[in-house]
């Protein structure tokens, strides 16, 4: 079983639809989850960044964490067609603590197209 | 504010040569991560560096090396390239060793070995 599982879509929406995004995790250690914006050939950009359980809202966007299920959800509404990129999820275990820090686990990525 | 900056944008290599790639943090950052993100497999982990020093390492072979210079850029070599080290490189930069959580990217380089 993978470490971190994300359905590589692709995802398709019309414009103005609410998209809900999904990552599931084997590891339960893993405490701080983002959300990356990844567009075509282009580096990934930081859209959220989650501490434990619970919800985080910025704008449009809300990143959901369920740690009893192992579950992440990221979840963008009124959708735009420059929403169409590759969402990416990724997790780590923990802060600063020496050596074996900071090696964020990505999922694979769902890739979303927005249609006007 | 300039974001992390990368060169070359493309590289193209033949099998078993070198190639070297670098990074120039976000102003301020001290920290350096290098990911690669190959078809099909995601952002894979490389290397970490802060103040100059390697922090930690990805699954990856030794021909995998870098370093952090005093200015807290960075650069990555990749010896005796094999053909399916062909993949986008992708630097990124946080602010300090305590900030790894949040990280952001440079637009990558393109190596492709043929």
């Known amino acids: 079983q993978k470490e971190v599982e994300q359905d590589p879509g692709p995802l398709s929406v019309p414009e103005g639809a609410i998209v809900s995004l999904n990552c599931t995790y084997s590891?339960?250690?893993?405490?701080?989850f983002m959300w990356y914006r990844q567009y075509s050939r282009k580096g990934p950009e930081l859209l959220m960044y989650?501490?434990?359980?619970g919800n985080k809202e910025d704008g449009r966007f809300t990143a959901q964490v369920d740690k009893s299920s192992k579950y992440i959800s990221l979840f963008i509404r009124d959708s735009q067609p420059s929403d169409s990129a590759t969402y990416l999820c990724a997790m780590s275990v923990d802060t600063y603590s020496g050596a074996g820090s900071y090696q964020l686990t990505f999922g694979k990525g769902t890739k979303l197209s927005v249609i006007p | 504010e300039a974001g992390v900056t990368q060169s070359p944008t493309h590289l193209i290599k033949t099998r078993g040569q070198q190639a070297t790639l670098r990074c120039s943090p976000i102003?301020?950052?001290?920290?350096v991560y290098w990911y690669q993100q190959a078809l099909g497999l995601g952002l894979q982990f490389l290397l970490w560096y802060d103040e100059g020093e390697e922090r930690n390492r990805g699954n990856f072979p030794p021909r995998f090396s870098g370093r952090q210079f005093p200015n807290y850029s960075s650069e990555l070599n990749v010896n005796a390239l094999e053909l399916e080290d062909s993949a986008l490189y992708l630097c990124?930069?946080?602010?300090?060793?305590?900030?790894?959580?949040?990280?952001?990217f440079g637009e990558g380089s393109w190596l492709t070995v043929v």
């Open positions: 989650t501490y434990s359980s």
């Open positions: 102003s301020g950052h001290t920290s």
């Open positions: 590891n339960s250690a893993f405490q701080y």
């Open positions: 990124a930069s946080s602010l300090d060793s305590y900030s790894g959580n949040t990280i952001y």
